[in-house]
């Protein structure tokens, strides 16, 4: 510094001191530009040596500039701002590269003083500052942080300049040293896209978006400034700086962009997990979740933004835009549409999975699925420990919610999806419980709530509860309070409902010590309740109890406590049989269950204590004296003034025949026992049941004063007294049954005594069943299966026997016999049994009340362990019907075939019992295991606790095959035999149709699987239609279960390599080969049979009719071979149409779906297309031909189905369902509406001709003739008003209501199918209109198209005339095509478009 600079700053100094600012700016006005520039420089520089951060004379500089603005001199103070403002900006942006630049303190004063000096500035000054700033961007591509407040105020200062000159200097960009004239918003735009064009520094560059969000934009300028800081994520170098870019983002679309701004951050974080999804990024991302909350809190516009992202992205969200949504649905105010959408979300996943599926024409032409909801949730509740803490809440509220609403089906998609979604779900649910501590107990609350009220969906939360316990019994532990809070309600609940929880929360209750005094305490106050209904369920709840105490002792871990615990329980129950017989005959009931299972019998101090229990009870009813009429005293247990019950005696001796039953064999005694004073209790115990069952084998119904021929109704005292005698009568010799059966078997009685038994068990029932009639004398008890008490396990045992496994009979190494041992045991049994064998009644009448329980498996009372169902359907075809399909080497023994009296022969049970085990299996998700116990049985697979690992998939599939082959041929031996078995041979179709169908399963969804399965469905299919073809009897169920078959079948028919190949990455578009050509013929070759079906349908009833002329239309089916009139009757042809119809709807309601996806696939392949590449969109485009040419195959079928010659209610079905092809008709329409790049092809105009022309045609023939005159009857109807009041209430006769039902079904019929018409011709006619391509003359008009005009009686003017003057047979009509059709808004139809169930 020079000694006159060194005096100046003395002067300056002085002045300051004396705080003379005006003087001071008069002496620095009187020094140069470049002597006011040195002094701030030199100050500046001073300052950084000394580390002060005070800039003195910098500060008096602007103070001093600032004065002489104040007292008048605006030039001289703008120069000496300009200046130093000027030359501080230098210094900042020289320094701004620096290393050790103090960024909070160096430049603090400074930025706050040319914030204060900024409006006194001249526009000059502005634009040199502003673009000072940006040439420093351009140059390092960072904005130094003293900027970040500035550069908001500068950019705003610069834009509200007016006109200014500006030269080649000032911005670079100008030839030969000329000038231009721009405005200060021309020159803030300049330097915003500039700007925005530049290379930013990522540590700078959320400073530099904050400065550049604080600027007042323009919409094209937020527009611009959102994409520079979209490109910008990607060049972010460290995850710890995305949360920073990405909220100023957020802030920048308070003022726009919203839509654009949330897609971007959504698609940045996509592509960002697919290189690095770690944990770092999940932290990173659960950051950027909670600025997305905040910002949404204060910005409501952005969640709506976020929504409507939702609904156009539908099944493209990823794991961070789902868990953004989730972040969503905490806000209140879009917790409802969120969660909808979610919920939608996830059901509609598993619908469409199965759908595609099941779509195998369409499945090489589909996009592959975006979305794996399964992967989707998972994925969101691990990541939820890793900074996504705050969607866990959410996300346990959406998978409750959804649960609720598929249980109750309040969404219209398939069971089979609401099922799989809530497996999904409920998975979900408990890895949150398991993985995060703080949703445990609002889990707890809602499994709860939803017991408590009896929802629809409570018995899944209850097993929920039970997966959970399981799990982890601790972590449940600390809620067991909530548990006895809602036992506590225990009178409001199901008596199902209690035992389930209480099963379900048995782990704690043997656990918990604390828990099962107040459980029990519970239980004890409602056992004694006023209540019925809550003794109920008091007593399902102690059974409940004593079931998990007593399992504990069949895992060898039984000790003193355990024991404790079940005597108190025990001792309930025992005064729980002191109370009404209601409760009592609820006790016994769940007493025989328990004393059922092999754990309960082998606990001695469960068989000593209800020993105890029951010896005394029998001893008060059994009547040791011969003389007596009955071993037990009938007349006791019957209230003599109410003829009612009293004693439920049937339940009690069931109770103490299989408690009997255990205590006397022999491993039991020792076991049992301590003294031989307890084990010749047992034995005197036995030899009372072996009396009791003598007497009453020799009883005849006169000694309990019954009457064959008397009253057995309610309507009398002596009906009700004959009823109830007779019913326990019944339940005595049942329960006598049941003991002889399980000691018949181990030899310890003779097997006579039992057939004796079954005989007097026969009388008495059909006596009941036969006299026990309705007001309408129609049978009350439809069955005397209804009356048996035999139990499940009872019953297989016996059928083992009597229906043995010949194989294993003959075999000593069978999978099923061990050793020598059980071999020779087993062919022991099977001996004594031959006179059970032999009597066919017997057999039959066990068989059905195993079939019974199976049967009823799906109620929560009588569910049948899936053990016992795979040794029912074991049983069933080793026994009947393996000897069925062998009948060439040896014929079906008589005693399988023969009926009895209004009964069914063992070959039909056994085929019911085979069904129904395979619809019982597939509704617990285990059918796959059925073939394999059935073709390759093993003691594991019979096991009390089930097959220890399910068999592999290609083992289900070859044991399926062979299953299916098998009863394939059991129904030809039994259609072959004279006479023809037909009922046997419906029962085995039904059967066949529930293997086919698991088949059929495997094929759409494991192709890996499919190559076995295909061949045995492709020759199933043509095994049915060949048996429909040929000479079979015309029996309606025979024939329906043979087409039904035919249409499980149906896509099996095409070529197989279609079910191996792939969807089309629509991702890689580049790399996409041709998907598999269609054949001609493939569509043809799989519908054929179907085709043929109707057609053959059509000639019978034509001919059944004596229509020898038949239409002109119809002609082209005359050369069809002749139907057989045996097979097609009046009887079987409408069940023939109502099973194509139903197909049919299957199949149009498939097509809906793929034309969704159409849809879907033509956005997305737009926009996954690059901008510059104008082709086609050659996926879509052959999605919809092969559309076209799914929906044109169809027409040939459609054109039978319009035959005039099917009855009035057939026709109704002919016109629905045409109805039903003119509405998917004009959804594919309205799709290439939607989808502009979709071309009008081919086959496209091919389908619009056959449907818009000839079906039309066909149409309006047969709506003529059937319908032609019913509205003139109805007007006639309307027109005949009652002169009075009064007579117009009168009643109405029997053929007056006929007549005014049809003529409304016809009106809503016909009324339909013209709506569906004409909404089909309006989008042809917008579509034509749209694509200039002529399609208006397919759309011809019929001269019979207004159905309101009686066609007969204006035949002949309209044949002759029409308002030109010209024939309408000369001159059809065409639907005039307005130009401005195209331009119509689409949205007004979305309301006309009529709703169809999904598929």
């Given at each position: 510094m020079t000694n006159s600079d060194s005096g100046l700053v003395t002067q300056l100094a002085n002045l300051g001191k004396a705080r003379d600012y005006y003087n001071a700016g008069k002496l620095l006005a009187t020094q140069t530009d470049e002597a006011i520039c040195k002094l701030v420089e030199d100050d500046l520089s001073a300052t950084a040596a000394a580390n002060t951060g005070s800039n003195t004379l910098t500060m008096l500089i602007f103070k001093s500039g600032s004065t002489l603005f104040e007292r008048g001199n605006g030039a001289l103070g703008d120069r000496i701002l300009g200046i130093a403002c000027g030359t501080c900006v230098c210094q900042i942006c020289e320094e701004s590269g620096s290393a050790d630049e103090p960024e909070g303190q160096r430049w603090a004063g400074i930025s706050d003083k040319l914030l204060e000096v900024l409006p006194l500035l001249q526009p000059r000054s502005v634009i040199d500052i502003a673009f000072r700033i940006l040439a420093e961007l351009k140059t390092s591509g960072s904005l130094p942080s003293a900027f970040g407040n500035y550069l908001p105020m500068l950019l705003d200062t610069l834009g509200v300049i007016g006109n200014v000159e500006i030269t080649a200097e000032d911005l670079g960009g100008l030839e030969h040293g000329g000038s231009v004239t721009r405005t200060g918003a021309e020159l803030k735009a300049y330097w915003i896209d500039s700007a925005c064009s530049y290379k930013w520094h990522g540590q700078a560059a959320a400073r530099i978006s904050a400065g550049l969000r604080e600027t007042a934009l323009s919409t094209s300028q937020i527009e611009i400034v959102g994409r520079r800081i979209l490109r910008q994520l990607n060049a972010v170098s460290e995850l710890n700086e995305l949360p920073a870019m990405v909220y100023q983002l957020l802030l920048l679309s308070r003022h726009g962009s919203k839509q654009e701004i949330v897609s971007g951050i959504f698609s940045f974080f996509e592509n960002l997990e697919q290189t690095n999804g770690t944990q770092a990024l999940w932290d990173i991302e659960g950051t950027v979740m909670l600025h997305i909350g905040y910002s949404i809190k204060q910005d409501f516009e952005l969640g709506q933004a976020l929504e409507t992202y939702a609904r156009e992205q539908g099944d493209d969200l990823t794991a961070f835009s789902f868990a953004c949504l989730l972040s969503l649905a905490r806000i209140h105010r879009f917790s409802d549409a969120v969660m909808d959408i979610l919920r939608k979300l996830l059901v509609s996943s598993e619908h469409d999975a199965d759908v595609r599926a099941a779509a195998v024409w369409a499945r090489p032409y589909l996009a592959k699925a975006s979305l794996d909801v399964r992967q989707l949730l998972k994925s969101v509740a691990e990541r939820a420990s890793f900074g996504w803490e705050q969607v866990t809440q959410a996300l346990v509220q959406l998978c409750l919610n959804t649960i609720d609403y598929t249980v109750a089906r309040r969404i219209s998609y398939s069971a089979a999806a609401c099922a799989q979604t809530q497996i999904l779900c409920t998975d979900t649910l408990q890895t949150a419980y398991a993985m995060h501590s703080f949703v445990r107990a609002e889990i707890i609350d809602q499994i709860m709530n939803r017991v408590v009220f009896q929802t629809d969906a409570h018995m899944h939360f209850i097993g929920l509860l039970q997966r959970l316990v399981a799990d982890d019994i601790d972590a449940v532990r600390a809620h067991t309070s909530r548990i006895v809070d809602v036992l506590e309600s225990m009178a409001v609940m199901a008596p199902a409902t209690v035992s389930r929880l209480l099963q379900a929360a048995a782990p704690l209750f043997l656990d918990d010590p604390q828990f099962r005094a107040s459980l029990i305490l519970v239980l004890r106050k409602a056992l004694f309740a006023r209540g019925t209904d809550e003794r109920r369920a008091a007593l399902d709840g102690l059974f409940a109890l004593i079931t998990s105490t007593v399992q504990v002792s069949a895992a060898g871990t039984f000790d003193s406590q355990h024991l404790a615990v079940l005597l108190e329980v025990l001792g309930l129950l025992r005064r729980s049989l002191t109370q009404q017989p209601e409760i009592r005959t609820v006790a016994y009931q769940r007493l025989a269950v328990l004393l059922d299972q092999p754990f309960a019998l082998a606990c001695p101090p469960l068989l000593n204590a209800l020993y105890g229990v029951l010896a005394p009870e029998f001893a008060k009813f059994y009547q040791h004296d011969h003389s007596a009429d009955s071993p037990i005293n009938?007349?006791?247990?019957?209230?003599?003034?109410?003829?009612?019950?009293?004693?439920?005696?049937?339940?009690?001796?069931?109770?103490?025949?299989?408690?009997?039953?255990?205590?006397?064999?022999?491993?039991?005694?020792?076991?049992?026992?301590?003294?031989?004073?307890?084990?010749?209790?047992?034995?005197?115990?036995?030899?009372?049941?072996?009396?009791?069952?003598?007497?009453?084998?020799?009883?005849?119904?006169?000694?309990?004063?019954?009457?064959?021929?008397?009253?057995?109704?309610?309507?009398?005292?002596?009906?009700?007294?004959?009823?109830?005698?007779?019913?326990?009568?019944?339940?005595?010799?049942?329960?006598?049954?049941?003991?002889?059966?399980?000691?018949?078997?181990?030899?310890?009685?003779?097997?006579?005594?039992?057939?004796?038994?079954?005989?007097?068990?026969?009388?008495?029932?059909?006596?009941?069943?036969?006299?026990?009639?309705?007001?309408?004398?129609?049978?009350?008890?439809?069955?005397?299966?209804?009356?048996?008490?035999?139990?499940?396990?009872?019953?297989?045992?016996?059928?083992?026997?009597?229906?043995?496994?010949?194989?294993?009979?003959?075999?000593?190494?069978?999978?099923?016999?061990?050793?020598?041992?059980?071999?020779?045991?087993?062919?022991?049994?099977?001996?004594?049994?031959?006179?059970?064998?032999?009597?066919?009644?017997?057999?039959?009448?066990?068989?059905?009340?195993?079939?019974?329980?199976?049967?009823?498996?799906?109620?929560?009372?009588?569910?049948?362990?899936?053990?016992?169902?795979?040794?029912?359907?074991?049983?069933?075809?080793?026994?009947?019907?393996?000897?069925?399909?062998?009948?060439?080497?040896?014929?079906?023994?008589?005693?399988?075939?023969?009926?009895?009296?209004?009964?069914?022969?063992?070959?039909?049970?056994?085929?019911?019992?085979?069904?129904?085990?395979?619809?019982?299996?597939?509704?617990?998700?285990?059918?796959?295991?059925?073939?394999?116990?059935?073709?390759?049985?093993?003691?594991?697979?019979?096991?009390?606790?089930?097959?220890?690992?399910?068999?592999?998939?290609?083992?289900?599939?070859?044991?399926?095959?062979?299953?299916?082959?098998?009863?394939?041929?059991?129904?030809?031996?039994?259609?072959?035999?004279?006479?023809?078995?037909?009922?046997?041979?419906?029962?085995?179709?039904?059967?066949?149709?529930?293997?086919?169908?698991?088949?059929?399963?495997?094929?759409?969804?494991?192709?890996?699987?499919?190559?076995?399965?295909?061949?045995?469905?492709?020759?199933?299919?043509?095994?049915?239609?060949?048996?429909?073809?040929?000479?079979?009897?015309?029996?309606?169920?025979?024939?329906?279960?043979?087409?039904?078959?035919?249409?499980?079948?149906?896509?099996?028919?095409?070529?197989?390599?279609?079910?191996?190949?792939?969807?089309?990455?629509?991702?890689?578009?580049?790399?996409?080969?041709?998907?598999?050509?269609?054949?001609?013929?493939?569509?043809?070759?799989?519908?054929?049979?179907?085709?043929?079906?109707?057609?053959?349908?059509?000639?019978?009833?034509?001919?059944?009719?004596?229509?020898?002329?038949?239409?002109?239309?119809?002609?082209?089916?005359?050369?069809?071979?002749?139907?057989?009139?045996?097979?097609?009757?009046?009887?079987?042809?409408?069940?023939?149409?109502?099973?194509?119809?139903?197909?049919?709807?299957?199949?149009?309601?498939?097509?809906?779906?793929?034309?969704?996806?159409?849809?879907?696939?033509?956005?997305?392949?737009?926009?996954?297309?690059?901008?510059?590449?104008?082709?086609?969109?050659?996926?879509?485009?052959?999605?919809?031909?092969?559309?076209?040419?799914?929906?044109?195959?169809?027409?040939?079928?459609?054109?039978?189905?319009?035959?005039?010659?099917?009855?009035?209610?057939?026709?109704?079905?002919?016109?629905?369902?045409?109805?039903?092809?003119?509405?998917?008709?004009?959804?594919?329409?309205?799709?290439?509406?939607?989808?502009?790049?979709?071309?009008?092809?081919?086959?496209?105009?091919?389908?619009?001709?056959?449907?818009?022309?000839?079906?039309?045609?066909?149409?309006?023939?047969?709506?003529?003739?059937?319908?032609?005159?019913?509205?003139?009857?109805?007007?006639?109807?309307?027109?005949e008003k009652p002169a009075k009041k009064k007579q117009s209430q009168l009643p109405r006769s029997s053929g007056g209501v006929a007549k005014t039902k049809m003529l409304s079904r016809n009106s809503v019929l016909v009324s339909s199918l013209i709506y569906q018409m004409e909404l089909s011709e309006k989008y042809v006619a917008k579509l034509a209109a749209k694509t200039k391509t002529p399609l208006a003359h397919y759309l011809k008009r019929s001269s019979m198209h207004d159905f309101r005009i009686n066609v007969a009686d204006l035949a002949e003017p309209l044949a002759t005339t029409s308002h030109d003057g010209y024939s309408y047979d000369e001159q059809p009509e065409e639907i005039p095509v307005p130009e401005s059709a195209a331009e119509d808004s689409l949205d007004e139809d979305n309301q006309e478009q009529s709703k169809r169930p999904r598929y």
């Open positions: 009938i007349q006791q247990c019957i209230n003599p003034a109410t003829s009612r019950v009293t004693m439920p005696i049937a339940g009690f001796l069931l109770c103490y025949a299989k408690l009997v039953t255990a205590l006397t064999d022999s491993t039991s005694i020792v076991s049992a026992s301590d003294s031989s004073s307890s084990g010749n209790a047992y034995k005197s115990a036995a030899d009372s049941w072996e009396d009791l069952c003598t007497r009453f084998a020799r009883a005849q119904i006169e000694d309990y004063e019954l009457d064959p021929e008397g009253e057995y109704s309610l309507d009398s005292p002596v009906g009700v007294r004959n009823n109830s005698t007779a019913r326990l009568v019944i339940g005595c010799v049942d329960a006598a049954i049941e003991y002889a059966l399980g000691r018949g078997m181990d030899g310890a009685m003779n097997p006579a005594q039992s057939i004796e038994l079954f005989s007097m068990f026969s009388r008495f029932s059909e006596i009941l069943c036969a006299r026990f009639v309705d007001d309408k004398r129609r049978r009350v008890i439809g069955s005397v299966c209804e009356l048996s008490q035999i139990s499940m396990r009872t019953a297989l045992r016996v059928l083992a026997v009597v229906l043995p496994d010949r194989q294993r009979l003959n075999s000593p190494g069978h999978p099923l016999n061990c050793n020598t041992d059980s071999h020779n045991t087993f062919v022991a049994q099977t001996g004594r049994a031959e006179l059970w064998a032999a009597n066919t009644q017997f057999v039959r009448h066990v068989f059905e009340v195993a079939l019974t329980h199976v049967s009823a498996s799906r109620t929560e009372a009588l569910d049948v362990e899936t053990h016992l169902v795979l040794l029912l359907a074991y049983i069933a075809y080793s026994g009947v019907l393996v000897r069925c399909a062998n009948a060439e080497q040896d014929p079906i023994p008589a005693n399988l075939i023969a009926r009895g009296m209004r009964s069914r022969s063992l070959v039909m049970v056994a085929a019911e019992a085979l069904a129904a085990c395979a619809s019982v299996l597939t509704a617990r998700n285990a059918v796959g295991i059925l073939p394999v116990a059935v073709m390759r049985p093993s003691p594991a697979m019979f096991a009390s606790n089930g097959p220890t690992s399910p068999p592999s998939l290609s083992d289900s599939v070859e044991c399926m095959v062979a299953l299916v082959a098998k009863v394939r041929n059991a129904v030809e031996q039994l259609l072959s035999l004279k006479p023809v078995l037909l009922r046997e041979a419906t029962s085995l179709l039904g059967a066949l149709h529930s293997l086919a169908t698991y088949l059929a399963h495997v094929c759409f969804h494991n192709p890996s699987q499919h190559t076995a399965a295909y061949a045995s469905l492709n020759e199933l299919a043509r095994w049915a239609y060949a048996m429909i073809d040929g000479e079979i009897p015309g029996d309606p169920p025979l024939l329906k279960g043979l087409v039904a078959l035919t249409i499980c079948c149906q896509p099996f028919l095409q070529s197989q390599p279609m079910f191996a190949s792939s969807s089309i990455d629509l991702s890689n578009l580049g790399a996409n080969e041709e998907p598999l050509a269609v054949h001609q013929d493939m569509d043809e070759h799989e519908l054929g049979p179907m085709n043929r079906l109707v057609a053959t349908t059509c000639i019978a009833s034509r001919l059944l009719t004596n229509d020898a002329a038949g239409s002109d239309d119809e002609d082209n089916m005359n050369d069809e071979d002749e139907p057989n009139l045996n097979l097609y009757t009046l009887r079987t042809i409408p069940a023939l149409v109502t099973l194509a119809v139903t197909w049919l709807k299957g199949e149009l309601q498939q097509m809906d779906w793929v034309i969704g996806q159409l849809r879907k696939c033509a956005s997305a392949e737009l926009r996954l297309r690059p901008d510059h590449d104008d082709e086609e969109l050659h996926v879509s485009i052959r999605l919809e031909r092969r559309l076209c040419m799914r929906l044109y195959a169809l027409t040939p079928i459609l054109m039978h189905m319009l035959s005039t010659q099917f009855a009035g209610t057939l026709s109704d079905q002919s016109i629905r369902i045409f109805t039903d092809l003119h509405r998917t008709f004009a959804l594919l329409t309205r799709t290439k509406l939607q989808a502009s790049e979709l071309p009008i092809t081919e086959s496209y105009i091919e389908c619009l001709s056959q449907i818009c022309t000839t079906l039309n045609q066909r149409a309006f023939s047969l709506v003529t003739e059937k319908y032609g005159r019913f509205m003139a009857d109805a007007n006639e109807s309307k027109s």
